[in-house]
């Protein structure tokens, strides 16, 4: 990308650069060249594929994670992200990383940036630096840092009465459905049986419920859960652990990041993207599931009836049929020919 396809956030944050010409960490920056402009800033990332584009042009630069990166800053800036209780999370980690510096918001007016503010003003007094690009950037000197936050203390756990028992389940904040059950998850995890025998992939596996779930119903299968968030597949591994399961769980951006021959993907998958509405990891999936299949393997997955995934699947995969449908949800399933 160069300076003139820049993320408007990162031009307002340009606008005044002399800011944010110390050490500073950015935070959920987007993968543009922000980090060439700003030559002592480093970039803090949870999100796989923003992180690959961002290594690849700006390598070590970039730090992937749940939490920040070790060691103190001049100002921290975080980018705003979609989850209110994750922007809570983030502002309190950042703050304990900027002892006597400043914390800096910048999004989107509306993505809810203005709304943000006020949770800025948790941490000191906030004032509004500038405003361009439809985009806002505030700021809040810190004085004395907070101590680190415990991530896993903002952890929601609950527990799903399954007809094979009770399944527990723990999400981090910013995960899909955090503390609670999606209503397509629900279905899907009502037609999980009869699913090839093999090597599985839940395919943007969040808190990792259907994961946890195939894996108690198929143990002898191999299972991997994926996911393109760092707070989901840290969530997946909560997960499984706390219902006693092992399975590989690895971040990565869409199906060309998930293994070959596989016997099935399960998935119930993303439809939302920001505050853009964006289908294209999983029309991706939808074109690309045949090569990642074995013969014979599955397609299994849940989505608004209205969305009409079934010619695409049955392009690039094999007939689809419709196993179920409730509540505007319909599970679909193709078999590779
Ligand atoms: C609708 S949620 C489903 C989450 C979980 N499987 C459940 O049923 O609760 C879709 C998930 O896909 C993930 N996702 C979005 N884009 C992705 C991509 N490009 N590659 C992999 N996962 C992605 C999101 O982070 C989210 O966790």
């Not at 990332?45 to 103190?72: K, M, N, Y």
């Not at 985009?135 to 991530?151: E, F, G, K, M």
């Not at 968030?229 to 060309?256: M, W, Y």
Request: some cysteine; aromatic content about 6%; overall charge neutral.
């Amino acid at each position: 990308m160069s300076r003139g396809a820049m993320d408007p956030c990162s031009e307002v944050l340009l606008r005044q650069a002399e800011r944010f010409s110390g050490r500073v960490l950015l935070a959920g920056l987007p993968a543009d060249g922000l980090l060439g402009e700003l030559p002592h800033a480093q970039g803090w990332s949870w999100h796989a594929g923003e992180q690959s584009q961002l290594q690849t042009r700006f390598p070590g630069r970039t730090h992937f994670g749940v939490e920040p990166p070790a060691g103190t800053f001049d100002a921290a800036v975080l980018f705003l992200p979609k989850s209110r209780e994750l922007t809570d999370y983030l502002f309190a980690a950042l703050a304990s990383r900027v002892p006597h510096g400043q914390l800096y918001l910048v999004g989107e007016k509306r993505a809810g940036v203005e709304r943000a503010s006020k949770q800025l003003a948790a941490f000191g007094k906030t004032g509004k630096l500038d405003s361009a690009r439809h985009c806002q950037l505030w700021h809040c000197p810190i004085d004395v840092a907070p101590a680190t936050p415990d991530l896993l203390a903002l952890a929601q756990r609950y527990e799903l009465p399954l007809s094979d028992g009770p399944l527990q389940v723990v999400s981090l904040p910013g995960v899909f459905a955090h503390g609670r059950l999606d209503r397509g998850s629900a279905l899907l995890l009502e037609h999980l049986d009869g699913l090839p025998s093999g090597h599985l992939l839940d395919f943007g596996c969040g808190a990792g419920v259907l994961g946890a779930s195939l894996k108690r119903r198929y143990p002898d299968s191999r299972l991997t859960l994926l996911d393109v968030d760092a707070f989901a597949v840290a969530s997946s591994r909560l997960t499984l652990a706390a219902n006693g399961l092992e399975a590989e769980v690895c971040a990565g951006d869409g199906i060309d990041a998930a293994p070959s021959a596989l016997a099935a993907i399960v998935s119930n998958p993303p439809f939302h993207q920001g505050v853009h509405t964006s289908y294209q990891a999983t029309e991706q999936l939808l074109r690309e599931a045949a090569r990642h299949l074995d013969g014979g393997g599955e397609l299994r997955l849940v989505a608004n009836s209205f969305l009409k995934y079934p010619p695409l699947i049955e392009e690039h995969l094999g007939a689809c049929r419709t196993l179920a449908e409730a509540d505007g949800f319909r599970i679909y399933s193709a078999k590779r020919r």
